[in-house]
Nanobody, 122 residues
């Protein structure tokens, strides 16, 4: 059984940085699309950034210029470097993946991690 395991969340002051990591456990699967979603209290889950293979990326407007998504070529791992963090970035961040090529920003992939909390203090 394949699982997505996130790490790297935590508490940071506004203006600070965090790097989220997500790795898949298990074998026999290869993810084409990977990405990060987030959900703040009382809000819907939203796409933060997604990447297809290791080259096609999409970012939420709120993440552009501050966050960078990356993958290790050929590996089921994805990272999210978050800089210049703001209090409004506070949310649970979820790793998401699919074996197919998902149109980023339309529907999420079928696989989810358990989530990691990011809290940005003002």
């Amino acid at each position: 059984q394949v699982q997505l395991v996130e790490s790297g969340g935590g508490l940071v002051q506004a203006g600070g940085s965090l790097r989220l990591s997500c790795a898949a456990t298990g074998s026999g699967i290869s993810f084409n699309t990977m990405g990060w979603y987030r959900q703040a209290p009382g809000k819907q889950r939203e796409l933060v950034a997604g990447i297809i293979s290791d080259r096609i990326t999409k970012y939420a407007d709120s993440a552009k210029g501050r966050f960078t998504i990356s993958r290790e070529n050929g590996k089921n791992a994805v990272y999210l470097q978050m800089n210049s963090l703001k209090p409004e970035d506070t949310a649970v961040y979820y790793c998401n993946a699919d074996t197919t090529r998902v149109v980023l920003g339309t529907i999420p992939g079928r696989y989810w991690g358990q989530g990691t909390q990011v809290t940005v203090s003002s």
